[in-house]
């Protein structure tokens, strides 16, 4: 079975500070991974993603998150932070042995102050 | 940019009714998903619907729930016979290939209220 924990029900930065959102994974193969963003009253929205390749993925919105294989994470960053970041990030993957579904983390709230 | 759209946004009914959520995906996508939202849970898999048939269906998709594709645009989730659990914002969602290619697009949502 596939599973994601999203450690931190909430994080609060400073605009202008850099932002770190943490995920770990479960998967019985190797993983696809995916962020994804839901600002209120909106659908969830596709920020980046990981198949294969360079553990570093660069994202919408200045965001990248790097894929750990030994610790099985996919934390996500932004170096610097804007008011507008504020909004649920869900950590999500996909197992390649298994169907075709996402299993979503429970979210993390992202506050960033003025 | 295209977007998949979701009717209606909000829908209130009484337990035991039939709802009927719809979506009308991407164009040129091959692969569409419907995923729930109950309040302040996990977003989670109910179905995954390609060449018009179901290839994928958590447990949470029993027999109360369908799915069709009537028409090559719409994708419908019927519910037959609501319960008050069932109460959660809806997404729908479609991708052009499997996910091994690309990412789910996910529309904004139908919030289900079961009174």
Redesign the interface.
Known sequence: AQSVAQPEDQVKVAEGNPLTVKCTYSVSGNPYLFWYVQYPNRGLQFLLKYITGDNLVKGSYGFEAEFNKSQTSFHLKKPSALVSDSALYFCAVRDRAAGNKLTFGGGTRVLVKP | EPE?TQTPSHQVTQMGQEVILRCVPISNHL?F?W?RQILG?????LV?F?NNEI??K?EIFDDQFSVERPDGSNFTLKIRSTKLEDSAMY?C?SSLG????????????SRLTVL
């Open positions: 998949v692969y998903y995923y849970q996990k977003v989670e898999f995954s390609y290839s994928e958590s997404f969602a499997g996910l091994n290619t690309g990412e789910l697009f996910f529309g904004e949502g």
